[in-house]
């Protein structure tokens, strides 16, 4: 099985997770098995949700209809780097191609150097990210970090699911160097969404 044929059965099991009123520790138990037998290939994401741009770019893969959860492509070029941002609600990150570097972000305990609330943020713990790898992002376990495509020479892409349709979602970026929090509704990349359902090839 390869092609559009695998990432839709993966949506078929998600929504099955969903019409099953999963809560979070389920999503995050069966949900990172299935998304880590997605990103076990790199034989289905659309060239079209591939493709890096001038800044880092979002494609959205799927929307569940009634925004229980949504699934992303983030697409790095030589450089890219997301803002430090929070997520609000629990994610599923797993790598399809290339290696990134996510590192955790705490908020800094107010010190006699600080300036009132303007304290620098606290670097915590660093993932590096190998194609088929899985990591999770929650409000209950660790909600801020920052993302980098960790090659220099060459596009790297990791797959994304979320407990909401993401770009829809009021979260916050920060200032690492103040702790200064900005809202933020992310949006996506593209105008369209990849067709999963068009069967007519496997019918021949
Ligand atoms: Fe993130």
Request: hydrophobic share 45%; aromatic share 8%.
């Amino acid at each position: 099985m390869a092609g559009i044929q695998r990432f839709r059965d993966f949506v078929i099991a998600l929504t099955r997770l969903a019409e099953a009123g999963a809560p979070e520790a389920a999503w995050l138990e069966k949900g990172r098995a299935l998304l880590a037998e997605l990103v076990r290939h790199d034989d289905w994401l659309p060239a079209s949700c591939a493709e890096a741009g001038p800044t880092y770019r979002q494609y959205l893969l799927h929307c569940d209809p009634l925004e229980r959860f949504s699934v992303v492509s983030f697409v790095w070029g030589p450089g890219q780097r997301t803002p430090v941002h929070n997520h609000t609600v629990w994610g599923l990150v797993g790598m399809l191609r290339g290696e990134e570097v996510s590192t955790e972000m705490r908020p800094g305990a107010p010190a006699p150097s600080c300036d009132g609330a303007r304290c620098p943020m606290i670097a915590g713990r660093v993932d590096r990210l190998r194609p088929g790898e899985v990591v999770a992002v929650s409000p209950n376990l660790s909600d801020i970090h920052v993302v980098e495509n960790a090659l220099p020479d060459a596009a790297s892409i990791s797959i994304h699911v979320y407990g909401a349709n993401i770009g829809a979602v009021r979260r916050s970026v920060f200032d690492p160097a103040t702790g200064a929090e900005r809202l933020f509704v992310s949006g996506y990349s593209n105008a369209a969404v990849p067709n999963l359902w068009d069967r007519s090839a496997e019918a021949a």
